[in-house]
């Protein structure tokens, strides 16, 4: 979706709000809170599991003003029912896990983290359930605030399988149907263009 056709949208609000509209942090985060607060209202947190408080900071810090125009109540703001939550804690915790700690304040980072992992639920690839403008966005954002798992993906894996993947490894699940991904007879679908 363009900036232009955006600007309608709840997405669009929130950027016309943000300290840097072109950071791939802020474009993602909007879109998240955005998709969050159409889907559940403005009375539940957006990202579940990111308290009150470290919303609030990083709305002020980040998006400042979007919270007043939207009329955020933050004291009767209440936790949203997530029954994938451990997935969200899963990732969030992988991706932090990689964090790095030069590329911002912690709190950034964090946001970033929640966001990916809350949109990695979603049903289509990550930088559109993120809604940004394209893959180059999220690459972008990813090799900044998270660089050494960004380095892990070496065959440019589609992130989402990418994350989920490395999850597995971890845990030392391997779910995937052939060896190596080399002999997959799913690699265009995990490998190919978005």
């Known amino acids: 979706m363009s900036c232009a056709a955006r600007a309608g949208t709840l997405q669009g609000l929130l950027l016309a709000h943000a300290a840097r509209p072109q950071d791939p942090l802020w474009q993602a985060l909007a879109g998240v809170l955005a998709d969050a607060f159409e889907r559940h209202g403005s009375q539940r947190l957006p990202l579940p599991g990111l308290g009150p408080q470290a919303t609030r900071e990083l709305l002020e810090q980040g998006l400042p003003g979007?919270?007043?125009?939207?009329?955020?109540?933050?004291?009767?703001?209440?936790?949203?029912?997530?029954?994938?939550?451990?997935?969200?804690?899963?990732?969030?915790?992988?991706?932090?896990?990689?964090?790095?700690?030069?590329?911002?304040?912690?709190?950034?980072?964090?946001?970033?983290?929640?966001?990916?992992?809350?949109?990695?639920?979603?049903?289509?690839?990550?930088?559109?359930?993120?809604?940004?403008?394209?893959?180059?966005?999220?690459?972008?954002?990813?090799a900044h605030w998270f660089p050494a798992l960004a380095a892990r993906n070496t065959q440019d894996m589609k992130w989402k399988k990418f994350f989920y993947k490395q999850l597995c490894e971890r845990e030392q699940l391997f779910i995937c149907k052939a060896p190596s991904c080399a002999v997959c007879d799913d690699h265009p679908v995990c490998f190919g263009p978005e």
Do not use: K, Y
């Open 66 to 142: 979007a919270a007043a125009v939207l009329g955020l109540d933050w004291a009767a703001m209440a936790e949203r029912e997530e029954p994938r939550f451990d997935e969200i804690e899963d990732l969030t915790l992988l991706l932090l896990e990689h964090a790095d700690p030069q590329a911002g304040p912690r709190l950034h980072a964090r946001g970033a983290a929640w966001a990916l992992a809350c949109a990695s639920l979603g049903n289509d690839h990550l930088w559109q359930d993120l809604r940004l403008p394209s893959r180059r966005e999220l690459s972008a954002l990813i």
